[in-house]
């Protein structure tokens, strides 16, 4: 187990406050908020691009993380912030410590916050226009561009549809390929934090949350000048705690409601690439005027050729498929970046509104490590695992350690789980 302890949570706004360590005072001894930079301070090394370490030790002390974790602590109620940590047990199975019902756990049940609430703000997980359709990849970029560049043949796709979509990336990925982040920036598309280790953070501290995000977020801002509004949880695995942590950094939750499940399968071949393909297909479209966000994910050359082959489809059945097709910020009507954090004026919810330039962007200073980049898919590294099947926990209740899903299929799969009493959890 390599979770910290969870920080000592103290929250302001009364006299007889404690003052927390990144607190300052003013001239009456008052503590003085803890205010979030944006854009994020560059921090002095980036974590490990093995995405089976947790985010731990000094790297949990950079200014980066601490500077954050005080300003979520001034702003997050401590009912929130102390809801205890999942057990993490391997990969993407978790043991849930707490009530999934009250923190609203989505891999549990598929609860969305619908609303603000004391701490929290709503999450996304439709489009609420009718007939819309937000479409959006996550895991990437592409880890070995030689082998594989599933980034680009999907954004290749889009372009040939005049498409734009959110593409949801995963810090240790960034690192290793900013021009491909750059390049679906500069292609107009939308670009979402997916943590930096894609492990799920319900097992993780607060200050692991915060680190999971503030470097993701650090490594999406040093490839693009831009600081991203929208942030997806690895496997769905969310609670009103993750919930708020995100919320209070400045992110919107986004969740799916249709799932290409490329991402689940225990093997994979062209005949279950095309039954995939066939089930979005006969499904998602059935009904002109329903909305919804999708899942997909751009990482390997099978989950990338099922949503090619979905989008395929489609552009071969525009006459019968009236869906209008946005990016997730375009969906719901909110910019996709910060305005002002970048060089490029935000307040608009359609992508970018210039182009960066490579002059321009927040490199490294020379006093910090320079990011480790794969060049010419000579050292490659070592491809993110995912889960792929269902694990069914032959336990009872609420504790039983769940297995998560990314994606999962999930009404399919928690009716299973209900019918067997047990509590399963997935993507
Ligand atoms: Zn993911």
Request: net charge negative.
């Amino acid at each position: 187990m390599l979770l910290l302890a969870p920080a000592v949570l103290t929250l302001l706004g009364a006299a007889t406050a404690t003052r927390l360590p990144h607190q300052a005072s003013n001239s009456h001894g008052l503590a003085k908020r803890a205010t979030l930079q944006i854009p994020p301070p560059m921090p002095a090394q980036w974590p490990s691009i093995d995405q089976t370490n947790f985010i731990t030790g000094n790297l949990l002390t950079d200014p980066l993380v601490q500077d954050a974790l005080a300003y979520v602590q001034s702003v997050v109620p401590a009912s929130l912030l102390n809801i205890p940590p999942s057990t993490f047990v391997s990969g993407a199975t978790v043991k849930y410590n707490s009530d999934v019902n009250a923190n609203c756990y989505w891999p549990y049940n598929l609860c969305v916050r619908t609303a603000a609430g004391n701490g929290y703000q709503a999450d996304v997980y439709t489009c609420p226009q009718p007939g819309t359709w937000g479409i959006s990849f996550d895991d990437g970029p592409t880890v070995d561009p030689v082998t594989h560049d599933d980034s680009a043949a999907i954004r290749a796709q889009l372009d040939k549809m005049n498409i734009k979509g959110t593409f949801f990336v995963v810090g240790s990925n960034v690192i290793q390929n900013p021009q491909i982040v750059l390049d679906e920036y500069n292609d107009g598309h939308q670009i979402g934090v997916h943590t930096w280790t894609h492990h799920p953070l319900t097992a993780c501290t607060n200050e692991q949350i915060v680190a999971e995000i503030k470097y993701a977020e650090a490594a999406i801002y040093n490839a693009t000048g831009q600081v991203p509004n929208f942030f997806r949880p690895p496997y769905g695995d969310i609670d009103d705690r993750v919930r708020a942590i995100a919320n209070a950094l400045g992110y919107t939750v986004t969740i799916w409601s249709q799932d290409d499940l490329a991402a689940d399968q225990d093997t994979t071949s062209a005949a279950i690439g095309q039954s995939l393909i066939n089930s979005a297909t006969s499904t998602w479209f059935s009904n002109s005027s329903a909305s919804f966000v999708s899942l997909s994910h751009d990482i390997t050359p099978f989950t990338s050729s099922v949503i090619l082959g979905i989008l395929q489809y489609v552009d071969a059945n525009r006459a019968s498929i009236k869906l209008d097709i946005e990016p997730v910020g375009t969906c719901v009507n909110k910019p996709w970046f910060r305005s002002g954090a970048g060089g490029s004026p935000g307040g608009t919810n359609t992508g970018r509104t210039s182009s960066p330039t490579t002059a321009g962007l927040p490199y490294f200073a020379s006093t910090q490590a320079a990011p480790v980049v794969t060049t010419t898919g000579s050292s490659p590294a070592a491809p993110p695992t995912y889960p792929t099947a269902l694990a069914l926990a032959p336990k009872s209740a609420s504790h039983a350690p769940t297995r998560l899903l990314e994606p999962g299929h999930a009404s399919s799969i928690l009716l299973l789980g209900l019918s067997l009493g047990l509590v399963i959890c997935w993507l």
